[in-house]
């Protein structure tokens, strides 16, 4: 399991990947007998929710993307009720994740 913050478009983000191997454990050793499924639980991105101050689901929108559309940042209401809104899980399929890396891509 490892943690990566990071900023892209003037949002915040935290990466979250994940294993159900313990830290520090060899590759080998981590192996289908360790994990009887051959799978590892999904990793995740979540986006800083300013108005909650914490981490919440992605939006489909940020204050840049809204801003540039509708001429004002996301409303607070939207931020407040963010899962009554567009709101989504951002779920990635790593397998056995021990760090994330983000990078963007101009």
């Known amino acids: 399991t490892a943690l990566r ?9 935290l ?4 294993s159900l191997c313990p830290a520090m454990t060899p590759h080998a050793a ?3 007998a360790l994990v009887s499924d051959g799978a590892h ?3 995740m991105v ?3 929710n ?18 540039f559309l509708f001429n004002r940042p996301v409303d607070d209401i939207e931020l407040d009720f963010h899962t009554e ?3 989504y899980a951002l779920r990635l399929v790593t397998g056995r994740a ?3 890396e983000a990078l963007e891509v101009p």
């Open 30 to 32: 981590c192996s289908d």
């Open 5 to 13: 913050a990071f900023r892209s478009g003037g949002e915040l983000y």
């Open 41 to 43: 639980p999904p990793s």
């Open 98 to 100: 021990v760090a994330l």
């Open 46 to 48: 979540l986006q800083w």
């Open 15 to 18: 990466a979250v990947a994940q």
């Open 50 to 67: 300013r108005r909650l101050k914490r981490f919440t689901e992605m939006l489909s929108t940020t204050d840049a993307g809204s801003l």
């Open 85 to 87: 809104f567009h709101s």
